[in-house]
T-cell receptor, first 111, second 115 residues
């Protein structure tokens, strides 16, 4: 079956630090890959996506590249802000009718 | 509507009572999904609908859980004889269709507390 494994949290960084949150996956077929973000007290929001190998998704300064050879989709940001504090979820979709989500990684950015 | 709307936003219920959670998806979205998020945990898939049909009910935790969708729009998740372990945030999401690869739009969730 499909599965997503995320880097365990929590992750605590100082403002302007570099962020990497690792995500690897196992899937049948050719999945689309996603990162969602959940700010405190809110639902999940789609942050970025990539639909095929070597695609790079980007949004709000965050980037992730679909690496088929390593089955990975790591999330990166060059300079985090306090407002980036949230829970980040990696997910995949193989047209099986539902997305499979990782367990989430909590990011706290301190001023 | 402009977004996915869930109601109520919070629900406190006594153990053994039945509850109904409602989800109103984005207009035109034919696929609708229910997930559960327990405290500090990831997302647990419950059920999805394509139109009014539910091809995959494999995630429903027990026969106390049921869901329906009418008119290809609003969905209701019903939990009968609630137990304390049912306490969680219930999230609803929608997408254009199950074949769509653009990701989901989530509602803000219903926080259910069983006391």
């Amino acid at each position: 079956g499909n599965s997503v494994t995320q880097m365990e949290g929590p992750v605590t960084l100082s403002e302007e630090a570099f962020l990497t949150i690792n995500c690897t996956y196992t899937a049948t077929g050719y999945p689309s890959l996603f990162w969602y973000v959940q700010y405190p007290g809110e639902g999940l929001q789609l942050l970025l996506k990539a639909t095929k190998a070597d695609d790079k998704g980007s949004n709000k300064g965050f980037e992730a590249t679909y690496r088929k050879e390593t089955t990975s989709f790591h999330l990166e940001k060059g300079s985090v802000q306090v407002s980036d504090s949230a829970v980040y979820f990696c997910a995949l979709d193989t047209n099986a009718g539902k997305s499979t989500f990782g367990d989430g990684t909590t990011l706290t950015v301190k001023p | 509507g402009a977004g996915v709307s869930q109601s109520p936003s919070n629900k406190v219920t006594e153990k053994g009572k039945d509850v109904e959670l409602r989800c109103d998806p984005i207009s035109g979205h034919t696929a609708l999904y229910w997930y559960r998020q327990s405290l500090g945990q990831g997302l647990e898939f419950l059920i999805y609908f394509q139109g009014n049909s539910a091809p995959d009910k494999s995630g429903l935790p027990s026969d106390r859980f049921s869901a329906e969708r009418t008119g290809g729009s609003v969905s209701t998740l019903t939990i009968q004889r609630t137990q304390q372990e049912d306490s969680a945030v219930y999230l609803c999401a929608s997408s254009l269709g199950v074949q769509d690869r653009d990701g989901y739009t989530f509602g803000s969730g219903t926080r259910l507390t069983v006391v």
